[in-house]
């Protein structure tokens, strides 16, 4: 069973940074594309980054470009979400998950909630202004 364990949550003033961490129990890890996803109150899930299973590919939400860096380290069955320049809109708990496809089908980023198999508890960011 695959197991995802968030953490590096917390509360941060406005242009704070943060980093965020998964830990992915299982054999496997390194077959899986990797995402991050977040839901603030009264909105629906919805896709910041993604990284294919071997890292050399990722793919940002547009809101999250050149703030935040998703990366990824087989070795350790992780993947972190560096968050630079912190909004207050960036406020939401964000999740961690992972599907055992390609980050890419028929040249489309797998950015929809439901392409992800596992996911993890979440964790809280705040982001104060």
């Known amino acids: 069973q695959v197991r995802l364990v968030e953490s590096g949550g917390g509360l941060v003033q406005a242009g704070g940074s943060l980093r965020l961490s998964c830990v992915v129990s299982g054999r496997t890890y390194s077959t899986y594309t990797m995402g991050w996803f977040r839901q603030a109150p009264g909105k629906e899930r919805e896709f910041v980054a993604a990284v294919s299973p071997s890292g050399d590919r990722v793919y940002n939400e547009e809101s999250v470009k050149g703030r935040f860096t998703i990366s990824r380290e087989n070795a350790r069955n992780s993947v972190s979400l560096q968050m630079n320049s912190l909004e207050p809109e960036d406020t939401a708990v964000y999740y961690c998950?992972?599907?055992?496809?390609?980050?890419?089908?028929?040249?489309?980023?797998?950015?929809?909630?439901?392409?992800?198999?596992?996911w993890g508890q979440g964790t809280q960011v705040t982001v104060s202004s």
């Open positions: 998950a992972a599907n055992s496809a390609s980050l890419y089908a028929r040249g489309t980023p797998r950015t929809q909630s439901h392409a992800y198999d596992y």
